[in-house]
C-alpha cells in the first residue's frame, strides 16, 4: 500500500511541468489525482502518461465559470478533497515602460485572481487536516527586470497565502506557498523563442549560487511535503531555488 492510498488531490497546472511531476509522484504512492489544463492535447498526452488512476479535466485558471465546475467535478469524484495543488500559472516578459493593460490584466488574472477563488470554490471539499499549496515564484521578493507585473502577480498570492491560512485554520486546514527559483519545467519554452529559451536558462544557470536549474521533481517534493507532512507548519512560504534568493 501507497503512503498516500486513498488520499485525493486536486492539481491546477497539472499537465505539465511542476504539477505533471508532482501528480505522476503522488500517484506512484497510491494518491488518486484530478489534473488541469487548459490544451486539451497536453491533457490528453498528461492523463495517458499518468495512467487510470488521474482524472484530467479541462480547465482556465482564469475563468471562475472553469473553477466552479472543476470545483463541482472534484465533488462528484472524489467528495472531499484531501491535497489542493493550486499551480496553474502564465509568465509575461515585458519591460516596465512597454507593459500593456491586456498583459497585465492576463497576469493578475490567471496568477493572482485564479488561485484566489479556485481555493474559494473548493474550500468546502477539503477535509480536516488537509493542505493547499500555491504555486509563488523567488520574482516576489526580487526586483527583475522584465518582471514586474508578473512579480506583482506572484507577491499578491504570497500574501493571500497568509491571509487564507488564517482563514482556513479553523477548518484544520493548512495553507502554505512552494517558491520555485530557476527551474527546468519547460515554461520558458513555452513564452519565448527555442534559442532565446535557451540562452536564458544557460544565463540562470551560470548566475545561481548551485551552478545549475532545479529540476520539477524537487519542487515536486516539496510540494508534497507542504501537502501532506508538514502537519505544523501554515502560512509558510518554502523556497526551492538553489539559494538564488538568499545567497
Known sequence: MGRFENKSVVITGGSTGIGFATA?????????????????????????RLGGDAIAVLSDAGSLRDIETLAERAKSAFGTVDGLFVNAGVNGFAPFGETTEELFDELMNINAKGPYFTVQRLAPLL?????????????????????????????????????????????????????PGAIDSGILQKSMPDHIAKQAQAQMAAD????????????????????????????????????????
Open 127 to 179: 477535509s480536516e487536516g488537509s493542505g493547499v499549496v500555491i504555486t509563488t515564484s523567488i520574482a516576489n521578493v526580487l526586483g527583475l527586470p522584465t518582471l514586474s507585473a508578473y512579480a506583482a502577480a506572484k507577491a499578491a498570492t504570497r500574501s493571500m497565502v497568509r491571509s487564507l491560512a488564517r482563514e482556513l485554520l479553523p477548518g484544520g486546514v493548512r495553507v502554505n506557498a512552494v517558491s
Open 24 to 48: 505522476q509522484s503522488l500517484i506512484s504512492e497510491g494518491a488518486r489525482i484530478l489534473i488541469t489544463g487548459r490544451t486539451q492535447s497536453s491533457l490528453d498526452e498528461a492523463a495517458s
Open 208 to 247: 545561481n549560487p548551485m551552478g545549475r536549474l532545479g529540476t520539477a521533481d524537487e519542487v515536486a517534493r516539496a510540494v508534497t511535503y507542504l501537502l501532506f507532512d508538514a502537519s505544523y507548519t501554515t502560512g509558510a512560504e518554502l523556497t526551492v531555488d538553489g539559494g538564488g534568493s538568499q545567497l
